[in-house]
């Protein structure tokens, strides 16, 4: 049903409302500090558009969500992956740190946001990938264990002032 009613499709990076529309899309969904600049998104969308995918209502033609990272050898998050994560993305990385998932409100509870991530995750396996990690603060834990990850600990992030923990899956 997802599927039928979303197109999963990589950013285009020349299209610049399409870009802004993402940027917009990050101030709306996260709370104040923890969402990315829109320095740090454009650093990532032109050094790595392929790992940037959205969920585009095919109705409407609106993004509704997207879920993006870059690849690396490194095995887990530091600060630098959200600020300069374009900078440090090795497109023959073994692993993918997950920096951003965000479904607009209006599309919350669908299991879109699930299903973004299951689209991301097959993607990259059949690239050779064999690791996603990722960040969040303490509420989302749960949700992210039903995605099939694992808790690690607490972060040594400390991006916009928040307490994140650590998680990751195998592919
Ligand atoms: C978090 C977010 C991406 C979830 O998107 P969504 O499309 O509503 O999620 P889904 O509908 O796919 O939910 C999947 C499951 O996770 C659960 N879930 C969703 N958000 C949750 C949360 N914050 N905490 C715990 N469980 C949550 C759902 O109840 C559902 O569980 P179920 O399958 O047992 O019913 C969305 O609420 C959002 O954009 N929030 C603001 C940005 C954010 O916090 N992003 C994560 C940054 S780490």
């Known amino acids: 049903m ?3 009613r979303f197109a999963f499709r990589t950013i285009d990076p020349s299209n610049m409302e399409e870009v802004d529309h993402t940027i917009y899309m990050e101030d709306v969904c996260m709370p104040p500090g923890e969402g990315c600049t829109r320095e740090e998104i454009l650093d990532r969308v032109y050094a790595a558009p392929e790992f940037f995918l959205l969920a585009v209502d095919k109705a409407t033609g609106e993004i509704a969500g997207y879920v993006n990272g870059v690849a690396t050898n490194e095995s887990v998050i530091r600060d630098e992956f959200f600020s300069e994560g374009g ?3 090795d497109p023959d990385g073994s692993t993918i740190m997950l920096v951003s998932l965000v479904v607009m409100p209006q599309y919350r509870g ?3 946001g699930r299903e ?3 689209v991301y995750a097959e993607r990259e396996k059949a690239k050779g990938r064999k690791r996603m990690v990722l ?3 303490e509420k989302n834990i749960k949700m992210y264990e039903k995605f099939g990850y694992h808790l690690l600990g607490v972060s040594q992030s400390v991006y916009g002032g928040a307490v994140w923990y650590d998680m990751d899956i195998f592919l």
Do not use: D, N, P
């Open 87 to 89: 900078k440090l993305h």
């Open 2 to 4: 997802l599927q039928e």
């Open 116 to 118: 973004i991530m299951r």
């Open 110 to 112: 669908l299991g879109l």
């Open 135 to 137: 960040t969040c603060v």
